[in-house]
C-alpha cells in the first residue's frame, strides 16, 4: 500500500466509524427520544437527524455522484432552525432517508480509485484547484466526518 492509500483508507475508516457511531445511536433512540432537545432552548434530536441526512445528501453532487436526492428537504434541516418548518418528516422516514442517503454514498466511494480522491470536488473551479489541490474530493470526507461528529455529540446528550 503506498501512502495515498494508507490516508483514502485512513479517512474512510474513520467516516465508517462515525457513520456506524451515529446508526447506532439513532437506532437507541426511540420516536419520543427524538423529540428532546439537546439541551434547554437548542436543537431536537429529529432535526438534527434531518440536518445530517441533508448535508450528506449534498454531497452527492459536490463529489460528482449525481443529483441530490432531498432537495425538498433542505428548508426544513438546512436553510431554516428547527421548529420553524411547520411539517417535517417523520422520525421513520427521516431514519430511511439517513440509511438510503449514507448507504448511497458508500456504493459511491467504493468505486472511486485512490487517484479519484484526490481531485476536486464540485464546488471548486480548475482554477482555484490548481492553488488549492488540497480541495479535494477526499477533504469533504474529512471534513463532513467532523460534522458529524460534532452532531452526533450533541445527540448523545439525550441519552443522559
Request: zero cysteines.
Amino acid at each position: 500500500m503506498d501512502a495515498k492509500q494508507i490516508i483514502v483508507k485512513s479517512v474512510l475508516d474513520a467516516w465508517n466509524s462515525r457513520i456506524e457511531a451515529a446508526n447506532k445511536l439513532f437506532d437507541s433512540l426511540t420516536d419520543e427520544d427524538l423529540q428532546k432537545e439537546v439541551s434547554p432552548g437548542r436543537n431536537r434530536a429529529i432535526y438534527l437527524l434531518g440536518h445530517l441526512a441533508l448535508v450528506h445528501d449534498k454531497m452527492l453532487p459536490l463529489l460528482a455522484f449525481g443529483p441530490q436526492q432531498y432537495a425538498h428537504l433542505e428548508d426544513a434541516f438546512l436553510n431554516q432552525p428547527d421548529r420553524s418548518v411547520s411539517e417535517i418528516p417523520s422520525a421513520k422516514e427521516l431514519r430511511t432517508i439517513w440509511k438510503n442517503v449514507n448507504s448511497e454514498l458508500a456504493t459511491h466511494y467504493a468505486d472511486l480509485s485512490t487517484d479519484e480522491w484526490f481531485q476536486k470536488h464540485s464546488s471548486v473551479s480548475e482554477e482555484d484547484f490548481i492553488k488549492e489541490p488540497h480541495r479535494n474530493r477526499l477533504n469533504i470526507i474529512i471534513g463532513r466526518t467532523n460534522h458529524l461528529q460534532y452532531h452526533i455529540g450533541q445527540v448523545a446528550l439525550i441519552k443522559k
